[in-house]
């Protein structure tokens, strides 16, 4: 049996928490706490992680660990980033400058980019339709990064295994280049 470990990150609100409960076999371990933060209007947010997990067909096991979203606890990102098999970005439309956000995201773990798989999922486009699926993947190309970028809700378990299955196609493709 092997086991995965991937990790999602985003902003807080993003839904890290409830793409992670959307797909975990268990109830999922988190770390919230009352918000603080009066510029977002969410009643909990995570301070130190999420964790869950599922089994695939073949008796594999993905463990799948969420970030905190605040940049101020972006120590915990490389902490938890270390032995991932890939990184998923979860992006809220509605926020004031999303573009700016993913940017956050790729700058905070630029190292880790270098080497690991990665898949964006954008939420809430539905009620707030820009920037679009092509507006992000001109800002990644800006970057030089190719990710794909999904439109998602996290509240949606399917959403949620299609954004999964993205990264682990990628993981696959990625190791299949390794071999000889």
């Known amino acids: 049996m092997n086991e995965y470990k991937i990790l999602f990150t985003g902003t807080m609100g993003a839904g890290k928490t409830t793409a992670i409960g959307a797909v975990s076999d268990t109830a999922p371990i988190v770390t919230d706490v009352h918000n603080s933060d009066s510029s977002v209007q969410k009643e909990r947010t995570t301070v130190g992680l999420d964790f869950g997990e599922f089994s695939l067909d ?5 463990r799948l660990f969420g970030t905190p979203g605040q940049n101020r606890f972006d120590f915990l990102w490389k902490i938890l980033a270390k032995n991932a098999l890939g990184l998923i970005i979860l992006i809220d439309n509605s926020r004031p400058d999303p573009l700016a956000d993913l940017g956050m995201y790729l700058d905070g773990f630029a190292d880790q980019l270098d ?9 809430r486009l539905e009620t707030h339709p820009t920037p679009t699926l092509d507006d992000y993947i001109d800002e990644l190309s800006k970057r030089n990064r190719i990710f794909p970028v999904l439109d998602v809700d996290v509240r949606r378990k399917d959403d949620v295994v299609l954004l999964i299955d993205t990264l682990l196609a990628q993981i696959e493709a990625n190791l299949h280049g390794e071999q000889p």
């Open 115 to 123: 080497t690991l798989p990665c898949a964006v999922g954008v939420g």
């Open 58 to 62: 073949n008796g594999d096991r993905v």
